[in-house]
């Protein structure tokens, strides 16, 4: 019988634990989409030196986020940070934090949103544009936009398939999402004197955007993956990670619960340790 009111015991102690750690869950994803957006940095000025990416938050000035080292064509990971105001400055790599930066920009980090920091132009007059991504496409397509990096060509033509994605797009210029049909198609590109063309396979529900790039031997394409298939947070990229700023999560009943499932489950092994005790004292004595 007493083996039997402890199997109990601990059943009733599992299912506790069990709706604790459920009901945590949706409470805590909440509270971070809420409170979190995303962030991630594009070095696209062509013959620029590599630089560090410095992002301060208004709310806390006097720390930056370590900064990220990005080379010309190359995008840093996301990172997830709070919402509110921010600045991004960008200094030569291995320069001090309190020197001048090469260029800097405000902006607003919204909940559940993302963002692409992308530098533009050349060295001598490189600005920060701020792009904010989509983080899911329709059902049964894809979005896709385009960045012209290119300085050696002042115009290009980019197209997806028989969709033409960007017409005769300036140096600097970036286009707004297409929405276009999954699958692998041929992205062609063409400008004055050069055209060229790769596959490139793009899924249902997720966002990318293709960049035009200069080397040394002409142009180049790149896609990079905006966002991959989730409309919680975004995936894909040149390298997807997250940290930084996440908020703490919102305190609910289900920590309560926890703690009082803990203090059953406690009671029980004192319980049981003061009963041996007890049998071992007796059988000493």
């Known amino acids: 019988m007493r083996l039997r009111r402890i199997s109990a015991l601990f059943a009733m102690i599992a299912a506790l634990l069990g709706y604790a750690a459920s009901a945590a869950a949706p409470v805590a994803s909440a509270a971070v989409a809420s409170a979190t957006g995303w962030v991630r940095c594009a070095n696209l000025s062509p013959g620029s030196q590599s630089v560090d990416t410095y992002l301060l938050a208004f709310s806390n000035s006097g720390h930056p986020l370590?900064?990220?080292?990005?080379?010309?064509?190359?995008?840093?990971?996301?990172?997830?940070?709070?919402?509110?105001?921010?600045?991004?400055?960008?200094?030569?790599?291995?320069?001090s934090v309190s020197s001048p930066p090469?260029?800097?920009?405000?902006?607003?980090?919204?909940?559940?949103?993302?963002?692409?920091?992308?530098?533009?132009?050349?060295?001598?007059?490189?600005?920060?544009?701020?792009?904010?991504n989509q983080t899911a496409a329709p059902s049964g397509s894809a979005l896709v936009r385009v960045i012209q990096?290119?300085?050696?060509?002042?115009?290009?033509?980019?197209?997806?398939?028989?969709?033409?994605?960007?017409?005769?797009?300036?140096?600097?210029?970036?286009?707004?999402?297409?929405?276009?049909?999954?699958?692998?198609?041929t992205v062609a590109f063409s400008a004055a004197g050069e055209q060229a063309e790769m596959p490139v396979t793009l899924a249902a529900g997720s966002v990318y955007?293709?960049?035009?790039?200069?080397?040394?031997?002409?142009?180049?394409?790149?896609?990079?993956?905006?966002?991959?298939?989730?409309?919680?947070?975004?995936?894909?990229?040149?390298?997807?990670?997250?940290?930084?700023?996440?908020?703490?999560?919102?305190?609910?009943?289900?920590p309560w619960l926890a703690t009082?499932?803990?203090?059953?489950?406690?009671?029980?092994?004192?319980?049981l340790g003061l009963r041996r005790s007890r049998r071992t004292a007796i059988v000493r004595q």
């Open 66 to 95: 370590p900064p990220r080292h990005v080379s010309y064509g190359d995008v840093s990971n996301y990172r997830m940070v709070g919402v509110g105001e921010y600045t991004v400055a960008l200094r030569p790599a291995g320069a």
């Open 209 to 254: 955007t293709i960049v035009v790039l200069d080397t040394a031997s002409g142009l180049k394409v790149d896609t990079l993956t905006d966002a991959a298939g989730s409309a919680d947070a975004p995936m894909g990229g040149a390298a997807t990670g997250f940290g930084g700023m996440a908020p703490r999560p919102v305190t609910g009943s289900a």
């Open 260 to 271: 009082l499932a803990a203090g059953l489950l406690l009671m029980v092994f004192g319980v």
């Open 102 to 132: 090469v260029v800097s920009v405000n902006f607003m980090v919204s909940a559940g949103m993302s963002y692409t920091l992308v530098s533009l132009g050349p060295a001598t007059a490189r600005r920060i544009e701020v792009l904010r």
């Open 149 to 185: 990096a290119s300085l050696k060509q002042h115009q290009v033509t980019v197209t997806y398939g028989a969709d033409v994605l960007a017409q005769q797009l300036a140096s600097g210029a970036v286009t707004s999402y297409t929405s276009v049909p999954p699958g692998t198609q």
